[in-house]
T-cell receptor, first 112, second 113 residues
Framework: KAGVTQTPRYLIKTRGQQVTLSCSPISGHRSVSWYQQTPGQGLQFLFE???????NKGNFPGRFSGRQFSNSRSEMNVSTLELGDSALYLCASSSRMNTEAFFGQGTRLTVV | DAKTTQPNSMESNEEEPVHLPCNHS???????IHWYRQLPSQGPEYVIH???SNVNNRMASLAIAEDRKSSTLILHRATLRDAAVYYCILRDNSGGSNYKLTFGKGTLLTVNP
């Protein structure tokens, strides 16, 4: 069974640009969550989608958004990038029956 | 979200048991205790979870205090590959926050050869 796949693995963007990150969950998993990891703040929850609906949202500005498609694949978008958005962005998927979350390897975003 | 408290770091020797403690004095009746670990340059990895009874799986054991205000993750024989940050997380299974994980700082485990 393939794991959670995140693309791209690495990304360099300039301040003010926008970026879209992609996450393909494990087959059959309908919940996809996104997390931001920085050295200063650690792992922080961004949002969670289930069956194309956002169910939970963390404490991040509106520049951070996401969506989920009918095949459960998810994208997150960050607009008007700031230097502080440099981080490892992690995606996790869960099935309705299991309680554990499976994480991808993340996308390392660097804003210059 | 209920809070957990873990030591910042712990050290162990290879092939010895490791006991990683976690305090969660404000745990509610619907909170499950989850443990994840994050190896260097990787995403977090599920280790084990439990509600009231002690749990065992191929990776580790979870010992939960009778009052559920603390728990201990036990690695029976530490290997160098177990060096990671270990997170103890309370996960509310009662409603819409089912799939949200609130990570603390975790415990950095160093395993000496």
């Amino acid at each position: 069974k393939a794991g959670v796949t995140q693309t791209p693995r690495y990304l360099i963007k300039t301040r003010g640009q926008q970026v879209t990150l992609s996450c393909s969950p494990i087959s059959g998993h309908r919940s996809v969550s996104w997390y931001q990891q920085t050295p200063g703040q650690g792992l922080q929850f961004l949002f969670e989608y289930f069956s194309e609906t956002q169910r939970n949202k963390g404490n991040f500005p509106g520049r951070f958004s996401g969506r989920q498609f009918s095949n459960s694949r998810s994208e997150m978008n960050v607009s008007t990038l700031e230097l502080g958005d440099s981080a490892l962005y992690l995606c996790a998927s869960s099935s309705r029956m299991n309680t554990e979350a499976f994480f991808g390897q993340g996308t390392r975003l660097t804003v210059v | 979200d209920a809070k957990t408290t873990q030591p910042n770091s712990m050290e162990s020797n290879e092939e010895e048991p490791v006991h990683l403690p976690c305090n969660h004095s404000t745990i509610s009746g619907t909170d499950y205790i989850h443990w994840y670990r994050q190896l260097p340059s990787q995403g977090p990895e599920y280790v084990i979870h439990g509600l009231t009874s002690n749990v065992n799986n191929r990776m580790a054991s979870l010992a939960i205090a009778e009052d559920r205000k603390s728990s201990t993750l036990i690695l029976h024989r530490a290997t160098l590959r177990d060096a990671a940050v270990y997170y103890c997380i309370l996960r509310d299974n009662s409603g819409g926050s089912n799939y949200k994980l609130t990570f603390g700082k975790g415990t950095l485990l160093t395993v000496n050869p």
